[in-house]
């Protein structure tokens, strides 16, 4: 949109975390961000965690800049100069006329760039990936481009290509070697399965793990394991797109727990040593799986990414008994901060029987909390023009 009476440009946009059932880890081509293998993830809903992003253009400003989170960052770092190119370089080939009268966006006007996360970085989750998804997404918008864009996407941050999309997404790796063919499809939106809910863990961690950009690397270098996994995906992925498709929740958690396993493996296998999963972690695991073998199925299903908080997939029907189990386990501190926040949950009473069947002793503390959320849509535009980061002089509002 035009902002009224000065001769600037204003897109303000939002887009969604995804996490994934089918993990990435490994490039192929660190340049193009090109992985080697796919992956399929499920994007999270934006009433819980979402990224917004403002950008703004204008003739009066005289460099690119970025705001992140309140301050301002460096412009020139690589990732986020690709994704500046890219964008620029769509536009000019997807301009039609050669309309060049001063109230036209040009391509040469520099931007001005405010991002926010609705959710703590302390919460550990993989900013980057809604981060990315949200830039490009609103300077898409801002040059009015349309259509496939989880190509420039994946040059800012690998998963981020995942995030262009609600519902269940695969990225499928591609073959070529300019990477044309490495985008993120929808495999179901989210109205596919809307019971489907997602409880986010927050465990309480002393140390901030090693990134995954420089995580993988290694494991490139380093990992017999991984190079094997690459075998092992095709196959997973198929299985886990039919049990998408049909809605088996079984075959969908069982995948899910392996595949975490299997990334968490190979980190392990990684030299020297990547360990992601602290004790609380490994606890939630035993957790799981003594719940679901309570029950004779899988109820609940856990993944990890590049830290120790738990993602949970559990459907509609299990998620305030299972949310009281945890509690009963990870009893909060009290007059600590809230412990659940999110979509609400009922309070439902644990039976004697399966509590004597999980055999745990409990561990004060050990989950900070709990976000309870669900399954939602990709990267929406912003009409609500309150909502912009930048003020009217396209500087953050803040
Ligand atoms: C463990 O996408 O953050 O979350 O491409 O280097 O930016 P870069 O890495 P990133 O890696 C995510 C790794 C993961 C698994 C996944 O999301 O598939």
Redesign the pocket.
Known sequence: MMVEGSRMWMVTCTAPV???V????G?RNEEL?L?INS?L?VTLHQDQLKSTTTVAASQDFKEDRIWLNGKEENINHP?LQTCLREIRRLARKRRTSGDRNSNTLSLHHKVHICSVNNFPTAAGL?S??AGYACLVYALAKLHGLEGELSEIA?Q?????C?SMYGGFVQ?MMGLKEDGSDSIAQQIEPESHWPELRVLILVVSAEQKPI???AG?QTSVKTSPLLKYRSEIVPKRMKEMIDAIKQQDFETFGQLTMKDSNQ?HATCLDTFPPIIYLNDISKHVINLVHSYNSHFGETRVAYTF??GPNAVIYVQEQHVDEFVEVVKHYFPPEENGEQFLKGLPVNTVSVSEHLKSSIQMDSIKSGIQYIISTRIGPGPQSIQDATLHQLGEDGFPKL
């Open positions: 995804n996490i994934a089918i993990k990435y880890w490039k961000i992985p992956s993830s990732r993989a980057s990936a994946r800012g941050s690998g998963s981020a995942r990225w990134g995954s950009t993988m990334f990414d590049a």
